[in-house]
């Protein structure tokens, strides 16, 4: 079954202890990013990658990290987490066509993030 | 710039009546068009997407969408609102370009009432 898997489900965490979110497809997309929902923003974007070892800048990067060193794992990473990243967040994955536009996008059913 | 506005931040219509969710997008370059849905504590589905084929896009549980250039506009729609519905929509899209990426709109909750 084709699938976006993100762990954990739920977390609670204390501000400055570091934490990595998990990401893996099995559908050997090139394209994975990662979003945050924050009520009446809708999904913003963290950051990207259109392949192995490229990762770009979102619209709202600050704060975090991701790495991309195999094709099916894209982990999000907090270094110093804080009260405003406390937020729902989903990673997602995509292929993209001839025309470089994305086509379908999987999600992963989303990680409730507490910060305290 | 890229950018989709989803008209409408809150819908509310009766069971049984026609649902109309507007999104507007606003590129120089030829896009690709989703309207995903969520369900309270739920991921994203998708419902439909235009990929430049034909312009009227059927989606699943009978909604469809109308990429209208002219406009630019992708306006979600359904006949019939089924109080299953009730749900918060996002109207996505991917432009072309050599940096690639989805953007949503700030979604529209549908509320459906008897």
């Known amino acids: 079954e084709a699938q976006v898997t993100q762990n954990p489900r739920y977390l609670i965490t204390v501000t400055g202890k570091k934490l990595t979110v998990t990401c893996s497809q099995n559908?050997?997309?090139?394209?994975m990013s990662w979003y945050r929902q924050d009520p009446g923003l809708g999904l913003r974007q963290i950051y990207y990658?259109?392949?192995?070892?490229?990762?770009d800048k979102g619209d709202v990067p600050e704060g975090y990290k991701v790495s991309r060193k195999e094709k099916r794992n894209f982990p999000l990473i907090l270094e110093s987490p804080s009260p405003n990243q406390t937020s729902l967040y989903f990673c997602?994955?995509?292929?993209?066509?001839?025309?470089?536009?994305?086509?379908?996008?999987?999600f992963g059913q989303g990680t409730r993030l507490t910060v305290v | 710039a890229q950018s989709v506005t989803q008209l409408d931040s809150h819908v509310s219509v009766s069971e049984g009546t026609p649902v109309l969710l507007r999104c507007n997008y606003s590129s120089s370059y030829s896009p690709s068009l989703f309207w995903y849905v969520q369900h309270p504590n739920k991921g994203l589905q998708l419902l439909l997407k235009y990929t430049s084929a034909a312009t009227l896009v059927k989606g699943i549980n009978g909604f469809e969408a109308e990429f209208k250039k002219s406009e630019t506009s992708f306006h979600l729609t359904k006949p019939s609102a089924h109080m299953s519905d009730a749900a918060e929509y996002f109207c996505?899209?991917?432009?072309?370009?050599?940096?690639?990426?989805?953007?949503f709109g700030t979604g529209t909750r549908l509320q459906v009432t008897l």
């Open positions: 559908m050997n997309h090139e394209y």
């Open positions: 990658s259109m392949n192995v070892e490229v990762t």
């Open positions: 997602a994955s995509s292929s993209i066509n001839r025309d470089r536009r994305n086509t379908e996008a999987f």
């Open positions: 996505v899209v991917s432009f072309t370009g050599t940096a690639s990426k989805l953007t």
